[in-house]
């Protein structure tokens, strides 16, 4: 049985594993990659501008020329956040006024578990598996130059594509099995990290801190929803309440709120 990789302490004991960590950047971003140290919950001193923002996963090549981060989302950001990391992950570099050469090339993989409740500007719905930021620029014909290898990939397994690429398809698999399926996945273990990820999170091979770590998050994320629930209900009540001071009828008051007549009903009573 797969343990979930909606959960933190899970997610980052399978990717700061080096074989794992560097086959799921070769699928994804398409490099080969050596890496010495894989750092969890990294920051930066002195702090990137005046957010002090923390990086799940993170990882220099050895060569020095490459860092990478790997965010694990299970909720929406409206993309915010992802692309202030990956523009401080590049302005890190700057080290001096006087030096505006970025030495290293920035990769950012965020890796999203549960669907898109955003729209672009136009309101049409976001349904992409795959999205991809490169900061490259353009000629007034649509010709890129190729100036700059920083990228900016979103993986969300949710918005299956016939189109997305095998390797890619693989580890989105993965995630999204390891969630839904976790009993009876079906995964390509041809692909050695993905092999080496199904060891990491089989449940029996965790140890007894790591299980209770993880259903310490589990039960945390469950509290977080029931509260969020809450005060999702409270609010309904509130606007139902303000709806029945101006006079509007409980069929309209339940189409606004998606409360019950029986709710409404009682609400009426209680004011009166």
């Keep these: 049985m797969l343990c979930n990789l909606d959960n933190e302490i899970i997610f980052k004991k399978a990717f700061t594993n080096k074989t794992v960590f560097k086959a799921f950047v070769r699928d994804v971003l398409g490099i080969e990659v050596e890496v010495d140290t894989i ?4 920051r930066f001193a002195p702090r990137v501008g005046y957010v002090d923002f923390q990086l799940d996963i993170f990882a220099e090549t050895t060569d020095k020329r490459v860092c990478i981060e790997i965010q ?14 990956f523009l401080m992950l590049i302005a890190e570099q700057q080290k001096s006024s006087k030096e505006y050469t970025l030495e290293r090339t920035v990769y950012v993989i965020v890796v999203l578990t549960a669907p898109y409740k955003i729209s672009e500007k136009n309101g049409k719905p976001i349904l992409d598996e795959v999205l991809l930021l490169k900061l490259n620029p353009q000629t007034l014909l649509g010709e890129v130059r190729e100036l700059y290898g920083h990228q900016f990939v979103c993986l969300n397994p949710n918005h ?5 690429p095998k390797p890619i398809r693989d580890w989105l698999d993965l995630i999204y099995q390891s969630i839904h399926s976790p009993e009876r996945p079906v ?14 999170i089989s449940f029996e091979n965790l140890t007894p801190e790591e299980r209770a770590q993880s259903k310490n998050q589990e039960a945390a994320k ?5 509260n969020d629930h809450y005060s999702k209900r409270e609010e309904k009540f509130e ?34």
Excluded: M
């Design 187 to 200: 995964l390509n273990l041809q692909n050695e990290g993905i092999k080496k990820a199904v060891e990491i």
């Design 239 to 272: 606007v139902a309440k303000i709806a029945i001071q101006k006079g509007f009828d409980n069929v309209i008051i339940s189409e606004l709120t998606r409360l019950t007549i029986e709710e409404i009903g009682q609400l009426r009573k209680d004011f009166e």
């Design 222 to 226: 469950i509290t977080l929803a029931k």
């Design 39 to 42: 750092e969890t919950e990294k």
């Design 72 to 85: 694990r989302v299970e909720y929406d950001h409206h993309f915010d956040r992802f692309l202030h990391y």
């Design 160 to 164: 299956p594509n016939t189109e997305t």
